[in-house]
């Protein structure tokens, strides 16, 4: 959870799926690719780091789902619709499974990009 905290989220997602997802989609600004470019580097140690801690377990934390599995899948669930998941992850075949395995579930299913747009337009 502290890779995340401090490392992907500060660094790498805050910068590419807000440049690319969050900013063009809720405010309508046009991605910095100057800023995306300048993550990547960050972006590819901490993608390294992931799959080292993720090893050959099915979640994070072991045989079960954690609270790490939870923190982190959202945020790498959108970084997989931007262009950069595919240099980011091209050697990390496990942390893509992973990815798969946790989006499976109901529970995330259920809070996809979509979903909770449509919710929030029915409130």
């Known amino acids: 959870m502290n890779v995340n905290d401090w490392y992907f989220f500060q660094e790498v997602a805050s910068v590419i799926t807000f440049q690319r997802i969050v900013g063009p989609r809720l405010i309508g600004l ?13 972006a ?3 993608f390294d780091q992931l799959a080292q ?9 072991g045989d079960s789902l954690s609270l790490a599995d939870v923190l982190l899948a959202p945020q790498l669930d959108l970084l997989q619709e931007t262009p950069e998941w595919e ?24 809070t ?6 449509a919710m929030a337009q029915a409130a």
């Open 87 to 110: 240099p980011l992850t091209d050697k990390h075949a496990k942390l893509r499974a992973w990815l798969d395995r946790v989006n499976a579930r109901p529970s995330m299913m259920a």
């Open 112 to 117: 996809t990009w979509e979903r909770v747009a």
């Open 30 to 42: 046009t991605p910095d690719e100057a800023a995306i470019t300048a993550a990547m580097p960050r």
């Open 44 to 46: 590819q140690t901490v």
């Open 53 to 61: 801690q993720l090893s050959d377990r099915p979640f994070f934390a």
